[in-house]
């Protein structure tokens, strides 16, 4: 793959000009006005429902719902977790490893940008909540949470310590967010119309600022170390992966609070109903689902989907998990399922 040049001042003050003249406005170019229809699906399910064979039709609604949900949350926490680590794993490495001015401003658009698709997430999964007549308090229970975790507290811990996790996690996320439009976009006029131009609009700025992770990473892997801490260096992905994955797999399992959240609202009382359709799955198979064949589950949790980051991993020599080969389940929308 084509190396990212951290000290190419001009390609960066073009990007930089390139961000700051295509970015959106958070009120102004969505339409938060129009009413969401959640009799839509958000998110395009495989024949499978995930992890929820036979589920019924209703049942796939509730369940590509609370996933959309899901993946808004995971992204707005994960960009949110960012600026809680800018300082360790940002300002400090750039001032030890001193690069060109126009590394600083990209950097600075970069937290801007997540920043504000935090906030654009958030704002969705509030506006769905209040329409559908769901306490977005209650639902909250049901999705990802990054601050206080062990997660948090460990990636923090790493970029203190001067390792590079952090920007393992932001190449793999960047990805993810790319991938995940994607696979939105080809039934995109079955897709909630507000969810569709969310994500949208989403995707065309991490196109646009998504190489800054990598950046990021070869500055720091081209900078002299002590022998100790460039081999230390050589796990930082592995780590990252480690933590990550663990986190995912833990916060997945929120979906079982509904049992005692069935009597509140009839969403609620759909997904519990989904509940015994999983616990049939054997473990095996289960995992099998998520970390190969589950659509944005397995994008996620297997980094062998983040071809970039993998690469380049390779081209640095990083330790990696022995991830499994991925073969994403194709996706469809209900009144196609098999």
Known sequence: MPRYNPFDFEKLAAQVVRQRK?????????????????????????????AFPGAAPEQRL??????????????????????????????????????????????????????????????????????????????DRLLPKAFGSWFLHAIRANARSGGTAFWWVVASVEEVSLELFRQIQKDKNGVEPLYLTVHKRHAEEEARHHNYAFLMLELLSQKNVGLAQRLRRKTDLLFAQVFSTGWVLSELHRIFEVKGMRSDH???E????????????PLSTLLQKLFVSAPYVGLVLNTKNHKKTHQLSQTLGMLSAPFPEPALNETLLNENAA
């Not at 102004?28 to 995930?50: G, K, M």
């Not at 759909?270 to 799955?281: I, M, R, S, Y």
């Open 270 to 281: 759909t997904l519990a109903g989904c509940l015994p359709l999983f616990d049939k799955v």
């Open 266 to 268: 009839p969403f609620y």
């Open 22 to 50: 295509h970015a959106f406005d958070l009120n102004a170019d969505i339409p938060w006005q129009v009413p969401i229809d959640y009799t839509r699906f958000l998110l395009p399910l495989d024949s499978d429902a995930i």
């Open 62 to 139: 509730a369940l590509s719902q609370l996933m959309g949900l899901i993946i808004n949350s995971t992204i707005a926490e994960m960009e949110s977790v960012i600026h809680v680590l800018r300082h360790d794993a940002w300002t400090k490495p750039l001032r030890a490893y001193p690069a060109n001015p126009e590394m600083w401003e990209l950097g600075d658009l970069f937290f801007e940008e997540e920043n504000k698709h935090a906030l654009v997430f958030n704002r969705y999964n509030r506006l769905f909540c209040e329409q559908a007549g769901l306490d977005p308090e209650q639902v």
